[in-house]
Protein backbone atom coordinates (compact mmCIF):
# COMPACT_ATOMS: atom_id res chain seq x y z
CA UNK A 1 0.00 0.00 0.00
CA UNK A 2 1.58 3.55 -0.82
CA UNK A 3 1.65 6.21 1.58
CA UNK A 4 -1.19 8.25 0.56
CA UNK A 5 -3.70 5.40 0.59
CA UNK A 6 -1.83 4.71 4.25
CA UNK A 7 -2.99 7.71 5.04
CA UNK A 8 -6.14 7.98 3.74
CA UNK A 9 -6.69 4.75 5.36
CA UNK A 10 -5.38 5.96 8.83
CA UNK A 11 -7.46 9.43 8.20
CA UNK A 12 -10.62 7.26 8.05
CA UNK A 13 -9.77 5.44 10.96
CA UNK A 14 -9.81 8.59 13.14
CA UNK A 15 -12.43 10.00 11.83
CA UNK A 16 -14.83 6.85 12.56
CA UNK A 17 -13.04 6.58 16.34
CA UNK A 18 -14.39 10.43 16.83
CA UNK A 19 -17.51 9.75 15.47
CA UNK A 20 -20.12 10.40 17.81
CA UNK A 21 -21.87 7.26 18.85
CA UNK A 22 -25.52 8.10 20.09
CA UNK A 23 -27.04 7.16 23.41
CA UNK A 24 -30.66 8.10 23.48
CA UNK A 25 -33.01 6.74 21.64
CA UNK A 26 -36.62 7.56 21.08
CA UNK A 27 -39.31 5.53 19.73
CA UNK A 28 -43.11 5.11 19.75
CA UNK A 29 -45.13 1.79 20.63
CA UNK A 30 -48.87 2.53 20.48
CA UNK A 31 -49.58 5.78 22.21
CA UNK A 32 -46.42 5.61 24.59
CA UNK A 33 -43.15 6.87 23.89
CA UNK A 34 -40.12 4.96 24.73
CA UNK A 35 -36.21 6.47 25.53
CA UNK A 36 -33.42 3.68 24.47
CA UNK A 37 -36.54 0.98 25.02
CA UNK A 38 -37.72 1.46 28.01
CA UNK A 39 -41.11 3.34 28.47
CA UNK A 40 -41.15 6.50 29.80
CA UNK A 41 -41.45 6.88 33.86
CA UNK A 42 -41.95 3.45 33.83
CA UNK A 43 -44.14 2.58 36.61
CA UNK A 44 -45.48 5.81 37.39
CA UNK A 45 -48.52 6.61 38.32
CA UNK A 46 -50.11 10.18 39.56
CA UNK A 47 -54.04 10.29 41.45
CA UNK A 48 -54.53 7.10 39.81
CA UNK A 49 -53.27 8.22 35.90
CA UNK A 50 -50.80 6.47 34.05
CA UNK A 51 -47.67 8.42 33.63
CA UNK A 52 -45.33 6.17 32.12
CA UNK A 53 -45.25 6.99 28.16
CA UNK A 54 -45.71 10.45 28.44
CA UNK A 55 -43.32 12.31 27.38
CA UNK A 56 -43.29 16.27 29.26
CA UNK A 57 -41.76 18.65 27.61
CA UNK A 58 -41.02 22.76 27.15
CA UNK A 59 -40.52 25.02 24.47
CA UNK A 60 -37.53 26.01 24.08
CA UNK A 61 -37.37 27.38 20.78
CA UNK A 62 -35.02 30.22 20.73
CA UNK A 63 -31.91 28.26 21.70
CA UNK A 64 -29.81 28.72 18.40
CA UNK A 65 -31.74 31.94 17.75
CA UNK A 66 -29.59 34.88 16.49
CA UNK A 67 -30.94 38.22 14.34
CA UNK A 68 -29.23 38.94 10.89
CA UNK A 69 -30.97 41.98 10.55
CA UNK A 70 -28.74 44.80 12.10
CA UNK A 71 -31.92 47.38 12.14
CA UNK A 72 -33.05 44.70 14.80
CA UNK A 73 -30.81 42.79 16.57
CA UNK A 74 -30.08 45.60 19.15
CA UNK A 75 -34.07 44.83 20.60
CA UNK A 76 -32.36 41.28 21.88
CA UNK A 77 -28.89 42.97 23.69
CA UNK A 78 -28.30 41.28 27.42
CA UNK A 79 -29.37 43.72 30.60
CA UNK A 80 -25.76 43.59 31.82
CA UNK A 81 -23.74 44.04 28.53
CA UNK A 82 -25.60 45.86 26.69
CA UNK A 83 -24.91 43.46 23.21
CA UNK A 84 -26.78 40.56 21.71
CA UNK A 85 -24.41 37.30 21.51
CA UNK A 86 -25.91 34.18 19.71
CA UNK A 87 -23.29 31.63 21.28
CA UNK A 88 -23.68 33.48 24.84
CA UNK A 89 -27.53 31.91 24.52
CA UNK A 90 -26.58 28.68 23.50
CA UNK A 91 -24.31 27.97 25.98
CA UNK A 92 -26.37 29.19 29.39
CA UNK A 93 -29.19 27.17 27.32
CA UNK A 94 -26.58 23.99 28.04
CA UNK A 95 -26.01 24.95 30.85
CA UNK A 96 -29.44 24.93 31.91
CA UNK A 97 -30.48 21.47 30.57
CA UNK A 98 -29.31 19.17 33.68
CA UNK A 99 -31.57 21.18 35.56
CA UNK A 100 -34.70 20.63 33.46
CA UNK A 101 -33.99 17.02 33.13
CA UNK A 102 -33.78 16.87 37.31
CA UNK A 103 -37.43 18.01 37.56
CA UNK A 104 -38.48 15.38 35.27
CA UNK A 105 -38.81 17.06 31.90
CA UNK A 106 -37.41 14.57 29.21
CA UNK A 107 -38.23 16.28 25.81
CA UNK A 108 -38.24 20.00 24.79
CA UNK A 109 -39.10 21.82 21.36
CA UNK A 110 -36.17 23.76 19.13
CA UNK A 111 -36.93 25.92 15.72
CA UNK A 112 -34.81 26.52 12.97
CA UNK A 113 -36.07 29.32 12.58
CA UNK A 114 -37.05 29.84 16.39
CA UNK A 115 -40.36 31.87 17.43
CA UNK A 116 -41.46 35.04 17.59
CA UNK A 117 -38.73 36.24 20.37
CA UNK A 118 -41.37 38.91 21.58
CA UNK A 119 -44.18 36.15 22.62
CA UNK A 120 -46.31 36.17 19.55
CA UNK A 121 -45.32 38.12 16.20
CA UNK A 122 -42.57 38.72 13.67
CA UNK A 123 -40.99 42.30 13.07
CA UNK A 124 -38.37 42.24 10.48
CA UNK A 125 -35.95 40.15 12.22
CA UNK A 126 -33.95 37.17 10.31
CA UNK A 127 -33.78 34.37 12.35
CA UNK A 128 -33.34 31.14 9.76
CA UNK A 129 -30.61 28.61 9.86
CA UNK A 130 -31.93 28.29 5.93
CA UNK A 131 -30.26 30.31 3.30
CA UNK A 132 -32.39 31.52 0.56
CA UNK A 133 -32.04 28.34 -1.01
CA UNK A 134 -32.46 26.00 1.74
CA UNK A 135 -28.67 25.62 2.17
CA UNK A 136 -27.86 25.16 6.04
CA UNK A 137 -26.00 28.11 7.94
CA UNK A 138 -22.56 26.56 9.59
CA UNK A 139 -23.34 28.78 12.51
CA UNK A 140 -26.51 27.46 13.27
CA UNK A 141 -25.82 23.86 12.87
CA UNK A 142 -22.59 24.16 14.79
CA UNK A 143 -25.06 25.81 17.91
CA UNK A 144 -27.30 22.90 16.91
CA UNK A 145 -25.02 20.30 17.46
CA UNK A 146 -23.93 21.18 20.63
CA UNK A 147 -27.24 21.57 21.92
CA UNK A 148 -28.36 18.01 19.94
CA UNK A 149 -25.24 16.36 21.78
CA UNK A 150 -26.15 17.67 24.95
CA UNK A 151 -29.89 16.35 24.99
CA UNK A 152 -27.93 12.82 23.91
CA UNK A 153 -25.90 13.12 26.62
CA UNK A 154 -28.91 13.38 29.23
CA UNK A 155 -30.93 11.33 27.83
CA UNK A 156 -33.62 13.75 26.52
CA UNK A 157 -35.48 13.99 23.42
CA UNK A 158 -35.86 17.28 20.72
CA UNK A 159 -38.63 17.82 19.34
CA UNK A 160 -36.82 20.28 16.06
CA UNK A 161 -38.94 22.11 14.21
CA UNK A 162 -37.75 23.06 10.88
CA UNK A 163 -39.73 26.51 9.47
CA UNK A 164 -41.82 29.09 11.16
CA UNK A 165 -44.19 31.20 10.26
CA UNK A 166 -42.74 34.91 9.01
CA UNK A 167 -39.19 33.39 8.72
CA UNK A 168 -40.34 31.05 5.78
CA UNK A 169 -40.52 33.83 3.44
CA UNK A 170 -36.61 34.09 3.29
CA UNK A 171 -36.61 30.94 1.59
CA UNK A 172 -36.77 31.84 -2.00
CA UNK A 173 -39.51 29.49 -3.35
CA UNK A 174 -40.73 26.14 -2.99
CA UNK A 175 -38.46 24.30 -4.59
CA UNK A 176 -35.58 25.76 -1.93
CA UNK A 177 -38.28 24.34 0.82
CA UNK A 178 -37.51 21.11 -0.51
CA UNK A 179 -34.21 21.95 -0.54
CA UNK A 180 -34.37 22.58 3.11
CA UNK A 181 -36.22 19.66 4.32
CA UNK A 182 -34.22 17.25 2.46
CA UNK A 183 -30.92 19.43 3.75
CA UNK A 184 -31.41 19.49 7.15
CA UNK A 185 -33.12 15.22 7.72
CA UNK A 186 -30.09 14.66 6.12
CA UNK A 187 -27.97 16.40 8.42
CA UNK A 188 -29.63 14.82 11.19
CA UNK A 189 -29.59 11.59 10.01
CA UNK A 190 -25.63 11.97 8.82
CA UNK A 191 -25.10 12.71 12.34
CA UNK A 192 -27.04 9.40 13.83
CA UNK A 193 -28.87 11.76 15.68
CA UNK A 194 -31.97 9.09 17.48
CA UNK A 195 -33.15 11.33 20.05
CA UNK A 196 -34.59 14.24 17.16
CA UNK A 197 -38.65 14.06 16.28
CA UNK A 198 -39.15 16.91 13.52
CA UNK A 199 -42.18 19.11 13.67
CA UNK A 200 -42.09 20.11 10.23
CA UNK A 201 -43.65 23.30 10.64
CA UNK A 202 -44.64 25.36 14.00
CA UNK A 203 -48.94 26.04 13.05
CA UNK A 204 -49.40 25.41 9.58
CA UNK A 205 -52.57 26.73 9.75
CA UNK A 206 -51.79 30.22 10.21
CA UNK A 207 -50.26 32.11 7.22
CA UNK A 208 -47.22 30.64 5.12
CA UNK A 209 -45.58 32.41 2.54
CA UNK A 210 -45.44 28.83 0.44
CA UNK A 211 -48.11 26.57 0.21
CA UNK A 212 -46.47 23.76 0.77
CA UNK A 213 -45.87 24.76 4.78
CA UNK A 214 -49.39 25.31 5.12
CA UNK A 215 -52.39 23.31 6.38
CA UNK A 216 -53.55 21.22 3.04
CA UNK A 217 -50.22 20.14 1.78
CA UNK A 218 -47.87 20.13 5.20
CA UNK A 219 -48.58 15.92 5.00
CA UNK A 220 -46.09 15.99 1.81
CA UNK A 221 -43.35 17.07 3.82
CA UNK A 222 -44.09 14.97 6.62
CA UNK A 223 -43.87 11.71 4.06
CA UNK A 224 -40.97 13.36 2.68
CA UNK A 225 -39.07 13.12 5.98
CA UNK A 226 -40.07 10.03 6.53
CA UNK A 227 -38.89 8.76 3.47
CA UNK A 228 -35.25 9.46 3.91
CA UNK A 229 -33.85 6.76 5.85
CA UNK A 230 -29.89 5.61 7.03
CA UNK A 231 -30.09 1.76 6.52
CA UNK A 232 -33.26 0.88 8.10
CA UNK A 233 -33.73 4.03 10.76
CA UNK A 234 -36.28 7.22 9.53
CA UNK A 235 -36.86 10.24 11.86
CA UNK A 236 -40.20 10.50 13.80
CA UNK A 237 -41.97 13.28 12.33
CA UNK A 238 -45.25 15.28 12.82
CA UNK A 239 -46.33 19.01 11.93
CA UNK A 240 -48.40 21.51 14.53
CA UNK A 241 -51.07 22.97 14.21
CA UNK A 242 -53.12 26.66 16.00
CA UNK A 243 -54.10 26.93 19.54
CA UNK A 244 -57.19 25.15 19.93
CA UNK A 245 -57.28 23.27 16.95
CA UNK A 246 -57.43 19.74 15.75
CA UNK A 247 -54.87 17.85 13.32
CA UNK A 248 -56.18 17.28 9.52
CA UNK A 249 -57.15 14.19 8.96
CA UNK A 250 -54.41 14.21 6.19
CA UNK A 251 -51.67 14.54 8.76
CA UNK A 252 -53.12 11.94 11.26
CA UNK A 253 -52.99 9.65 8.57
CA UNK A 254 -48.74 10.34 7.86
CA UNK A 255 -47.50 11.62 11.17
CA UNK A 256 -45.99 9.02 13.94
CA UNK A 257 -47.38 11.07 16.47
CA UNK A 258 -49.95 14.12 16.59
CA UNK A 259 -48.76 17.78 17.89
CA UNK A 260 -51.37 19.93 19.22
CA UNK A 261 -51.46 23.43 20.94
CA UNK A 262 -53.46 24.79 24.12
CA UNK A 263 -53.04 28.30 23.43
CA UNK A 264 -56.32 29.84 23.72
CA UNK A 265 -57.82 27.23 25.60
CA UNK A 266 -58.91 28.64 29.28
CA UNK A 267 -60.89 26.06 30.01
CA UNK A 268 -59.10 22.66 31.09
CA UNK A 269 -62.02 20.37 29.60
CA UNK A 270 -61.73 21.56 26.57
CA UNK A 271 -57.99 20.32 26.50
CA UNK A 272 -59.61 16.73 27.32
CA UNK A 273 -61.97 16.71 24.45
CA UNK A 274 -59.21 17.97 22.15
CA UNK A 275 -57.10 14.70 22.67
CA UNK A 276 -60.60 13.00 22.09
CA UNK A 277 -61.16 14.98 19.23
CA UNK A 278 -57.29 14.33 17.91
CA UNK A 279 -57.80 10.77 18.24
CA UNK A 280 -60.87 10.21 16.04
CA UNK A 281 -58.77 11.42 13.21
CA UNK A 282 -57.25 8.76 12.74
CA UNK A 283 -57.82 4.65 12.92
CA UNK A 284 -53.79 4.12 14.56
CA UNK A 285 -52.99 4.40 18.16
CA UNK A 286 -50.34 7.01 17.82
CA UNK A 287 -49.52 10.08 20.87
CA UNK A 288 -50.90 12.81 21.18
CA UNK A 289 -48.79 15.36 22.34
CA UNK A 290 -49.10 19.24 23.38
CA UNK A 291 -45.84 20.91 22.85
CA UNK A 292 -46.89 24.43 23.20
CA UNK A 293 -49.30 25.91 25.91
CA UNK A 294 -49.71 29.37 28.15
CA UNK A 295 -51.98 28.38 30.39
CA UNK A 296 -50.24 27.22 33.50
CA UNK A 297 -52.30 27.53 37.17
CA UNK A 298 -49.68 24.88 38.22
CA UNK A 299 -50.95 25.73 41.91
CA UNK A 300 -54.80 24.78 40.91
CA UNK A 301 -56.73 21.23 41.41
CA UNK A 302 -57.18 21.89 37.44
CA UNK A 303 -55.35 23.05 35.26
CA UNK A 304 -54.21 22.18 31.46
CA UNK A 305 -51.24 20.66 32.20
CA UNK A 306 -53.39 17.85 34.57
CA UNK A 307 -56.18 17.64 32.18
CA UNK A 308 -53.79 16.32 29.31
CA UNK A 309 -52.45 13.68 31.15
CA UNK A 310 -56.04 12.21 32.86
CA UNK A 311 -55.98 11.87 28.79
CA UNK A 312 -52.56 10.16 28.60
CA UNK A 313 -51.41 13.06 26.44
CA UNK A 314 -47.74 15.24 27.01
CA UNK A 315 -47.75 18.53 27.50
CA UNK A 316 -45.30 21.23 26.83
CA UNK A 317 -45.17 24.33 28.38
CA UNK A 318 -44.89 27.68 26.43
CA UNK A 319 -43.41 30.60 28.56
CA UNK A 320 -42.82 34.11 27.29
CA UNK A 321 -42.24 37.53 29.06
CA UNK A 322 -45.14 39.91 29.42
CA UNK A 323 -45.00 43.35 29.08
CA UNK A 324 -43.43 44.79 32.41
CA UNK A 325 -42.20 41.55 33.53
CA UNK A 326 -38.51 40.59 34.68
CA UNK A 327 -35.66 39.00 32.70
CA UNK A 328 -35.99 35.86 34.00
CA UNK A 329 -39.71 35.40 32.99
CA UNK A 330 -39.87 33.81 29.55
CA UNK A 331 -38.58 30.91 27.96
CA UNK A 332 -39.37 32.05 24.52
CA UNK A 333 -38.40 36.36 24.88
CA UNK A 334 -35.01 37.35 23.62
CA UNK A 335 -32.85 37.66 25.64
CA UNK A 336 -33.60 34.16 27.18
CA UNK A 337 -32.62 33.37 31.23
CA UNK A 338 -32.69 29.87 30.75
CA UNK A 339 -32.86 28.92 34.49
CA UNK A 340 -35.53 28.04 36.58
CA UNK A 341 -35.82 31.34 38.32
CA UNK A 342 -39.02 32.68 37.76
CA UNK A 343 -41.87 31.88 39.50
CA UNK A 344 -43.80 30.18 36.73
CA UNK A 345 -41.02 28.10 35.45
CA UNK A 346 -40.68 26.92 39.35
CA UNK A 347 -44.44 25.92 39.15
CA UNK A 348 -43.90 24.35 35.72
CA UNK A 349 -41.03 22.29 37.10
CA UNK A 350 -41.88 21.57 40.54
CA UNK A 351 -45.43 20.36 39.76
CA UNK A 352 -43.77 17.46 36.80
CA UNK A 353 -41.00 16.68 39.39
CA UNK A 354 -43.98 16.15 41.65
CA UNK A 355 -45.73 14.08 38.88
CA UNK A 356 -42.95 12.18 37.86
CA UNK A 357 -41.11 11.48 40.82
CA UNK A 358 -43.23 11.95 43.66
CA UNK A 359 -41.11 14.52 45.82
Known sequence: MNKPLIFCFLLLCCNLALARVPKTFVTIKGDDFYINGKI????????????????????????????????????????????????????????????WRQHGLLAFTLNLQGGSPIGY??????????????????????????????????????????????????????????????????????????????????????????????????????????????????????????????PTAKVADVADFLLVHGNKVDKPERIAQMVTETRAQTQRQI?????????????????????????HASWGYFDYRLQGEKYEDGFQSVPVDWQINSERKKGFFNLIMKITTGK
Not at 45 to 61: A, D, K, Q, Y
Not at 66 to 91: H, I, S, V
Not at 151 to 175: C, N, P, R, S, T
Not at 287 to 311: I, R
Request: hydrophobic letters at 35%; aromatic letters at 10%; charged letters at 25%.
Open 121 to 246: GNHGWVNTAFDEDGNLKKPYLQRLKKILDRADDLGMVVILGYFYQGQDEHLHDEKAVLNAVDNATNWLLQQGYHNVMVEVDNECDVKYDHPILAAPRIHELIARVKAMHKGNFHLLASTSFRGNAI
Open 40 to 99: TYQGVTWNGHRIEGLLFNSRMVQGIFDDENPATRELFKYPDTGKWDPDRNTNEFLAAMQS
Open 287 to 311: PVLFNEDDHYDFDKPDNNLLSALKM
